[in-house]
């Protein structure tokens, strides 16, 4: 499978954006998904992650209330809403995807990734 990310940008604090990743191949139901991001120096962090069905999601603590994970199997794509959006949350954002069931929430669980998406918040 491979993915697209898009929806990055500029915003200011307390503003919000929605990351898409699109996906082409066949069975976009079959692939477990996740968003990640990277921050300059720092290591690869998972934000999110949901199942094939849409039906079970994970969030970093750090983020729960404020980003939400959802996908379209009938459009083959992965969405993140970022709201609230803090200045500590700029990064590149990457979409990733494996054929697994269940959440996968490890890097190294993936084995599909996307080119990632910048998001820069201003304070």
């Known amino acids: 499978v491979q993915l697209q990310a898009s929806g990055g940008g500029l915003v200011q604090a307390g503003g919000s954006l929605r990351l898409s990743c699109a996906a082409s191949g066949r069975a976009f139901n079959n692939y477990a998904m996740g968003w990640f991001r990277q921050a300059p120096g720092k290591e690869r962090d998972i934000v999110a992650a949901i199942t094939r069905s849409g039906g079970g999601t994970y969030y970093s603590e750090s983020l729960k209330g404020r980003f939400t994970i959802s996908r379209d199997n009938a459009k083959n794509t992965l969405y993140l809403q970022m709201n609230t959006l803090k200045p500590e949350d700029t990064a590149v954002y990457y979409c990733?995807?494996?054929?697994?069931?269940?959440?996968?929430?490890?890097?190294?669980?993936?084995?599909?990734w996307g080119q990632g998406t910048q998001v820069t918040v201003s304070s």
């Open positions: 990733a995807a494996v054929n697994a069931f269940g959440l996968v929430t490890r890097t190294g669980g993936y084995n599909y």
